[in-house]
Structure formats: C-alpha cells, structure tokens
C-alpha cells in the first residue's frame, strides 16, 4: 500500500520483463500495480505485480445477460464475454510447468455472494497454492531468469505442454473461472520461482498497447508499461 503523495514508479525497482498482451480485442484492466503495489493487496503467490483484464463489449459490459442471478445469486461462467476466449503466450520461450485439472466454478457478481466468498478465503489458501491459482501455464522467457504464470484458465483448455517451446502470440490455452476467481479473467504475473508457495511478485511491462479511458473516445498509445486501472486495452 502507498499514500497518494507516493508514486509508483518509486516503487517499482529492480529486475523486470517485457511482453505482449495475452489477448485480442478489448479487455477491462481491474487490479494493475499502475495503481497500487502490492496489485492485489499481498505478495503471497507471487502476485505484487500481477494484472487483471476482463473481456468487454463496446458497451464495456463483461457479459450482454443478467437476471435475478445477477443481483442475488451466482452465474454460470459461460455468459461472460471473457470465458473460452483465447489465451496467448505474452513471450516466446519455455513452457516449464502447467495444470489443467481443476473445475470452473460459478460466476459472482451479486455482493451476496461475494461476501461469503471472501469470508472463506482464508481457507482456500490453507488449501495451498492451485487452490489459488486453478489451472494455470508458466512459461520461462528466453533470456530470462523470471518466470511468466497465467492463472485461472479453463478446464481442459491447455493445448501446450511442459518442456515445449512457444512463440510469443501463440495460442497456450483459453480465459477461464477456476481457482480464486469471481469471474471469467486473464490474470498474469511475473515471478522468480515456479513454486507459487514461495515467489515474489515481479514487474511485468507491455511492449506495447492501445488505452482508453472509460467513458472517453481518446486513445493512448502506451509503450513498455503497466495499463491504467479500470481502462479498456488492446494490442497494438
């Protein structure tokens, strides 16, 4: 955490890596170290730095379909834009770890049902890490001593393997709600060790990008940054 007179960049030192957005189209940038470190209030499994982006229509809507589910209830996974979409390798180098095996669970919007969800958060993470995490790539940069992770995919989605090599832009698997998630999205982090248990977040920055501001038609082009939170990006 940090006070406003406090600004990121003074805090961000030390090793980084640079890639690509692990999408196309338009996508929704939620937690993001652009504005605050740690990203997601902890540097447990390795996410100091990690970045959230959901998948929006040009209404900036993650899903066209509500219903009384939406207000009091969960939601299956398959209404929002982002589930199923494809997920690409945001570099080019080694695949070194994956897991493919865990369940997308229902969808929560409606505050009734996130409270009890965070309320039990404390034992998913007794649980340990791919409770957490849900199926997941990590993928060793070339020329890299970090490690890239991809978490919260779909089951059965994963079409690479450990020890296969990847390009950067190439299909690895699709967006998907297993693991701690609360709703279909791509969350990426850099990180110094495959064993989320133990790793410490790093500074993942995107080559390049398109950003705009919700509810604004200007656009950004940004180069070798962390996206702004609650904008709307793309590839460049």
Not at 72 to 100: C, D, M, Q, R, W
Request: hydrophobic share 35%; glycine share 10%; net charge negative.
């Amino acid at each position: 955490m940090y006070d406003n007179e406090t600004s990121v960049s003074s805090l961000v030192s030390g090793p980084g890596v640079i890639g690509s957005l692990s999408f196309t189209g338009r996508w929704l940038v939620g937690s993001t170290p652009a504005k605050r470190v740690p990203s997601h209030g902890t540097d447990m499994f390795g996410v100091g730095y990690a970045i959230d982006f959901i998948a929006v229509d040009e209404q900036n809507r993650s899903s066209s379909s509500t219903s009384w589910r939406t207000l009091l209830g969960t939601e299956s996974p398959e209404i929002f834009y982002a589930f199923g979409l494809p997920v690409v390798s945001p570099v080019s180098g080694k695949v070194v770890s994956i897991h493919n095996g865990k369940p997308d669970h229902e969808a929560r919007r409606s505050i009734l049902t996130l409270i009890p969800y965070m309320l039990g958060q404390g034992n998913r993470i007794r649980r340990g890490p791919e409770t957490i995490v849900g199926n997941y790539a990590i993928i060793a940069p070339d020329d890299s001593d970090v490690f890239i992770a991809i978490v919260h995919l779909q089951l059965d989605s994963l079409v690479v393997e450990e020890g296969q090599y990847v390009s950067e832009g190439q299909h690895i698997a699709n967006c998907g709600n297993s693991g701690n998630s609360t709703q279909p999205h791509i969350h990426i982090q850099a990180m110094n060790s495959t064993d989320f248990s133990i790793t410490k977040g790093v500074q993942l920055y995107f080559r390049e990008f398109s950003q705009w501001k919700k509810g604004e038609s200007e656009l950004k082009t940004r180069e070798n940054a962390f996206p702004d939170a609650d904008t709307i990006v793309s590839p460049k």
